[in-house]
C-alpha cells in the first residue's frame, strides 16, 4: 500500500539552529501538507501546499518556517531558527484531491526535539 | 476559530464491552473524519463522513454525523484489545482544505 514517507524519524538541535524535515508524499498525489503535534497536544495544521505554492497556512506557520519542492518528490518544511516550543511530532500528509472530504495519508512523523 | 471537543479524554472498559466516544463543537463542519493513532506513527484514517445525519459501519465500528454537522460519535461494539489507542476526530470547514483535531480519547481495552 502506497505510503508516505519523512526522515528523519528524529532530529535533536540546538536554539537557533535551521532544521529541514523531508517528505516523500505518495506518487500520484497533489496536494500536500504539514502538521504539528506538541508532546499532550492537539495535531495542528500548519500548511497546505499545491501547484508549487501554498495555498493555505495558519498563525503558527509564521515567518520562521517555510515550504518547497525542490524535485517532483520530496517536499520539505524548514524551521530557519528553532525554538524550544518549536520541539513536537511534525506530520506530514498528502492527497489526491482537495474536496471537502479528502482522504489525507499521514506520514509516520518526525520528532523534533530543540534543545 | 472553529473547535473540536472530545470525551471522554480517556477511557479504560473490559473486553466485551460497548463504548461511545464524542466529538462535538459549535462550529459547521463541511466533513468530518475519525482517525486511530499509535503511539509513534501518524494518524491513519478510519471514516469521512459529509452528509448530516449520515451513519457508517466499520465492522464493530459504527460513525454518525449530528444532524447538524456540529457533533459526531464513535461507537464501538463488544470492544477487543486490539481496538486500544488514540481516537482523533478532525473537521474540516466550508470552504478549507485544512484539517482541525480534537484532543483525543485514549482507549484502553482490558483483556
Known amino acids: 500500500e502506497p505510503e508516505v514517507t519523512q526522515t528523519p524519524s528524529h532530529q535533536v538541535t540546538q536554539m537557533g539552529q535551521e532544521v529541514i524535515l523531508r517528505c516523500v508524499p505518495i506518487?500520484?498525489?497533489?496536494?500536500f501538507y504539514w502538521y504539528r503535534q506538541i508532546l499532550g497536544q492537539k495535531v495542528e495544521f500548519l500548511v497546505s501546499?499545491?501547484?508549487?505554492?501554498?495555498?493555505?497556512k495558519s498563525e503558527i506557520f509564521d515567518d520562521q518556517f517555510s515550504v518547497e519542492r525542490p524535485d517532483g518528490s520530496n517536499f520539505t518544511l524548514k524551521i530557519r531558527s528553532t525554538k524550544l516550543e518549536d520541539s513536537a511530532m511534525y506530520f506530514c500528509?498528502?492527497?489526491?484531491?482537495?474536496?471537502?472530504?479528502?482522504?489525507?495519508?499521514f506520514g509516520a512523523g518526525s520528532r523534533l526535539t530543540v534543545l | 476559530t472553529q473547535l473540536l471537543e472530545q470525551s471522554p479524554q480517556f477511557l479504560s472498559i473490559q473486553e466485551g464491552e460497548n463504548l461511545t466516544v464524542y466529538c462535538n463543537s459549535s462550529?459547521?463542519?463541511?466533513?468530518l473524519q475519525w482517525y486511530r493513532q499509535e503511539p509513534g506513527e501518524g494518524p491513519v484514517l478510519l471514516v469521512t463522513?459529509?452528509?448530516?445525519?449520515e451513519v457508517k459501519k466499520l465492522k464493530r465500528l459504527t460513525f454518525q454525523f449530528g444532524d447538524a454537522r456540529k457533533d459526531s460519535s464513535l461507537h464501538i461494539t463488544a470492544a477487543q484489545p486490539g481496538d486500544t489507542g488514540l481516537y482523533l476526530c478532525?473537521?474540516?470547514?466550508?470552504?478549507?482544505?485544512?484539517?482541525?483535531f480534537g484532543k483525543g480519547t485514549k482507549l484502553s481495552v482490558i483483556p
Open positions: 500528509a498528502s492527497t489526491r484531491d482537495a474536496s471537502g472530504a479528502n482522504v489525507l495519508t
Open positions: 506518487s500520484n498525489h497533489l496536494y
Open positions: 501546499f499545491y501547484n508549487n505554492e501554498i495555498s493555505e
Open positions: 462550529s459547521v463542519f463541511s466533513s
Open positions: 463522513v459529509v452528509t448530516g445525519g
Open positions: 478532525a473537521g474540516t470547514g466550508a470552504g478549507s482544505y485544512q484539517l482541525t
